[in-house]
């Protein structure tokens, strides 16, 4: 046995995470906490650009879209991801069947969180021909024509890993999808507040990822059966 074989088996013996951060395990949290609080836009936020729809108008709409990718609801920040970054274990991960819609020529939910190992349902109910492609560099890429008779197509996501999507056809669709490490997280809607519940007492990073805005982190102690509070607020570039 060569010492490279020896030593990824010792490895792999004693459970030591290959490459990354250890992975996270599942159970039960007694005592937990959670982590809650806003996400709010720091400013005035731009008035969206419209965006021409300049193909399949029949479908994706005669007048043009607006864009989604800065979205500020009465100063609250909407589509920002919240994740608990250096959490490694707690309540059960459990994958799920998420749908990413792409009804009108716009992928609804715009931005859509998953626990990884999740199986993302690609719809496609416009009775045209779109092409999504994805720019993950963690997981297998994928680019695949969704004609119209093929209604759904699967692909499960193993690895966390924040991807973007696109549509060939139709250039101003563009989604993300957020496969998490951990089964902590939330997407900010009008509200702009999120949170994570039975969360094991401790110290935590907290993230907040938003597309067009980057990402902002903060610590947070949990005590157990506590509300830990957290307020972001994010800068426009
Ligand atoms: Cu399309």
Known sequence: MNKL??????????????????????GDVKDGGSISGTVKFKGTAPAPKKIDVSKDKEVCGKT???????????????????TITDINSGKKMEVARVTLNQQGC??????LAFPAGSTVEIVNPDGILHNIHSYSKINPAFNMAQPK?????????EKPEVIQVKCDVHGWMEGWLVSTANPYF???????????????????????WHEKL??????????????AKVNFEMAGK
Do not use: C
């Open 186 to 208: 939330a997407v900010t809607e009008n509200s702009g507040s999120f949170k994570l519940t039975d969360v094991p007492p401790g110290t935590y990073t907290v993230q907040v």
């Open 5 to 26: 074989v020896s030593w990824a088996l010792a490895a792999a013996l004693i459970g030591l995470p290959i490459q990354g951060m250890a992975a996270y395990q599942g």
């Open 149 to 157: 008779f093929k209604k759904t197509i699967e692909q499960k996501i």
């Open 214 to 227: 980057g990402t902002s982190t903060q610590k947070v102690t949990v005590k157990a059966k506590e509300d």
């Open 64 to 82: 043009p879209k607006t864009d989604e990718s800065l979205i500020v609801s009465n100063g609250n920040l909407v589509n920002a991801v919240v």
């Open 106 to 111: 716009d992928y609804h939910p715009r931005v």
